[in-house]
C-alpha cells in the first residue's frame, strides 16, 4: 500500500505554524528576561544616582546627576568591609562545605534499604519542620549549653543542617539504585569508598541544589551575628556590617532633622541601593556556573516523594 505523500500546502502551513510559534516563545523569553533584568539595572543605576534627584524625581535607568557618595560613605572604613567580606566568605565556604557533606551522608543513609531505622529518623527530620523550641531556648542552648558566645561557630553550626535540605537530597538519592553500591560491596569496596568515589560523583545536580541553598544562607546570614556576636569582635560578617551602616547613617539623618540641622547631604536612600549591590555581586556572579545543576536537582528532588 502506497504511503500518502503530504501535500505541499499543509507542509508550508505546518512550517509556518511551527515558526510563528517559535518567535512567540523567544518574543516571551524576552519579555520576561528583560522585566527581570531590570530591577537590577534599577538598584545599580540608583546607587550611583545623587541623593537630591532621587528624592525629586524618583529612580530611572541612568543615572542622573552621577556620584559616589553612596560608596564612599560605605567604604569609610575600606580596612573594615573588606574584613567582612573576608569573615563571610570563610563562613560561607566552611558552612557550605560542612553541610554538604552531613546532608548528604544523611540523605543516602535515609534511603538505603538496609537501614532498619529509617522512616523513624526520617519522621524525627521531618516533626522538626513543624514545632520550633522559640528564640529563648534557642539562645540558652548556643550560650549556655554549648559556649559560643562570641565565636563564629554560632553561625556556622546552627545553619549547616537543615530539615528541607535533607529531605531534598535523600529524595534525590532514591534515583541512584541501589543495586550499584551492593556491586560495589561485593567487589571488596568499603561504605565510605563507595559514598565518596561512586555516590557523590552521581549526585552532582542534588550538591549544586543544596550548596547553592547553603552559601546564600550563609552569605545572607545577619541575626545569627546579631544574637551571638558583639563590639569585641574583631570582624563582623558582611550583612551585619552593612546592616549597622544603614540604621548608623538613618540614625545620624534623623538625630540632624530633630536637632533642626540639614541631614539632606546624607545619601540614605542611595546606600541602601549601594548595600545591595555590595551585597548580591558575588553571589549573582557565582549562580550561572550551578544553574545548570540547580535547576535539575530542584526538579527531580521536588517531583519524587
Given at each position: 500500500?502506497?504511503?500518502?505523500?503530504?501535500?505541499p500546502d499543509r507542509k508550508i502551513r505546518t512550517d509556518l505554524s511551527g515558526r510563528v510559534l517559535k518567535t512567540?516563545?523567544?518574543?516571551?523569553?524576552?519579555?520576561?528576561?528583560?522585566?527581570?533584568?531590570?530591577?537590577?539595572?534599577?538598584?545599580?543605576?540608583?546607587?550611583?544616582?545623587?541623593?537630591?534627584?532621587?528624592?525629586?524625581?524618583?529612580?530611572?535607568?541612568?543615572?542622573h546627576e552621577a556620584t559616589l557618595d553612596a560608596y564612599k560613605l560605605l567604604f569609610q572604613n575600606p580596612d573594615?568591609?573588606?574584613?567582612?567580606?573576608?569573615?563571610?566568605?570563610?563562613?560561607?565556604?566552611?558552612?557550605?562545605?560542612?553541610?554538604?557533606?552531613?546532608?548528604?551522608?544523611?540523605?543516602?543513609?535515609?534511603?538505603?534499604?538496609?537501614?532498619?531505622?529509617?522512616?523513624?529518623?526520617?519522621?524525627?527530620?521531618?516533626?522538626?519542620?513543624?514545632?520550633?523550641?522559640?528564640?529563648?531556648?534557642?539562645?540558652?542552648?548556643?550560650?549556655?549549653?554549648?559556649?559560643?558566645?562570641?565565636?563564629?561557630?554560632?553561625?556556622?553550626?546552627?545553619?549547616?543542617?537543615?530539615?528541607?535540605?535533607?529531605?531534598?537530597?535523600?529524595?534525590?538519592?532514591?534515583?541512584?539504585?541501589h543495586e550499584i553500591s551492593e556491586s560495589a560491596m561485593v567487589d571488596g569496596a568499603g561504605n565510605l569508598r563507595?559514598?565518596?568515589?561512586?555516590?557523590?560523583?552521581?549526585?552532582?545536580?542534588?550538591?549544586?541544589?543544596?550548596?547553592?541553598?547553603?552559601?546564600?544562607?550563609?552569605?545572607?546570614?545577619?541575626?545569627?551575628?546579631?544574637?551571638?556576636?558583639?563590639?569585641?569582635?574583631?570582624?563582623?560578617?558582611?550583612?551585619?556590617?552593612?546592616?549597622?551602616?544603614?540604621?548608623?547613617?538613618?540614625?545620624?539623618?534623623?538625630?540632624?532633622?530633630?536637632?533642626?540641622?540639614?541631614?539632606?547631604?546624607?545619601?540614605?536612600?542611595?546606600?541602601?541601593?549601594?548595600?545591595?549591590?555590595?551585597?548580591?555581586?558575588?553571589?549573582?556572579?557565582?549562580?550561572?556556573?550551578?544553574?545548570?545543576?540547580?535547576?535539575?536537582?530542584?526538579?527531580?528532588?521536588?517531583?519524587?516523594?
Amino acid at each position: 500500500m502506497e504511503k500518502t505523500k503530504a501535500s505541499p500546502d499543509r507542509k508550508i502551513r505546518t512550517d509556518l505554524s511551527g515558526r510563528v510559534l517559535k518567535t512567540i516563545s523567544y518574543l516571551a523569553i524576552t519579555f520576561f528576561a528583560v522585566m527581570s533584568v531590570t530591577p537590577f539595572i534599577l538598584l545599580i543605576s540608583g546607587s550611583f544616582t545623587s541623593e537630591s534627584y532621587i528624592m525629586k524625581n524618583g529612580y530611572g535607568l541612568f543615572p542622573h546627576e552621577a556620584t559616589l557618595d553612596a560608596y564612599k560613605l560605605l567604604f569609610q572604613n575600606p580596612d573594615t568591609i573588606i574584613g567582612s567580606y573576608i569573615v563571610t566568605i570563610l563562613l560561607t565556604a566552611a558552612g557550605t562545605a560542612g553541610g554538604l557533606i552531613i546532608t548528604a551522608m544523611t540523605g543516602y543513609a535515609l534511603q538505603r534499604p538496609d537501614f532498619a531505622y529509617r522512616n523513624i529518623v526520617s519522621f524525627y527530620i521531618y516533626f522538626t519542620t513543624l514545632f520550633s523550641g522559640g528564640i529563648v531556648a534557642y539562645y540558652i542552648a548556643i550560650v549556655k549549653w554549648m559556649g559560643l558566645k562570641n565565636s563564629y561557630l554560632a553561625i556556622i553550626l546552627p545553619m549547616m543542617v537543615t530539615s528541607w535540605n535533607v529531605i531534598l537530597m535523600k529524595n534525590f538519592m532514591k534515583e541512584i539504585p541501589h543495586e550499584i553500591s551492593e556491586s560495589a560491596m561485593v567487589d571488596g569496596a568499603g561504605n565510605l569508598r563507595i559514598f565518596f568515589q561512586i555516590i557523590l560523583p552521581m549526585a552532582k545536580p542534588a550538591l549544586a541544589t543544596v550548596g547553592l541553598f547553603l552559601a546564600l544562607s550563609y552569605w545572607n546570614e545577619w541575626y545569627n551575628s546579631m544574637l551571638f556576636l558583639d563590639n569585641n569582635v574583631a570582624y563582623r560578617p558582611l550583612q551585619l556590617f552593612l546592616y549597622n551602616v544603614v540604621n548608623k547613617a538613618d540614625f545620624i539623618r534623623r538625630a540632624g532633622e530633630s536637632a533642626g540641622i540639614d541631614a539632606s547631604n546624607i545619601p540614605m536612600e542611595t546606600t541602601k541601593l549601594a548595600v545591595a549591590v555590595v551585597a548580591t555581586g558575588p553571589v549573582i556572579l557565582f549562580y550561572p556556573f550551578v544553574q545548570k545543576y540547580f535547576i535539575k536537582g530542584i526538579a527531580i528532588g521536588a517531583v519524587k516523594g
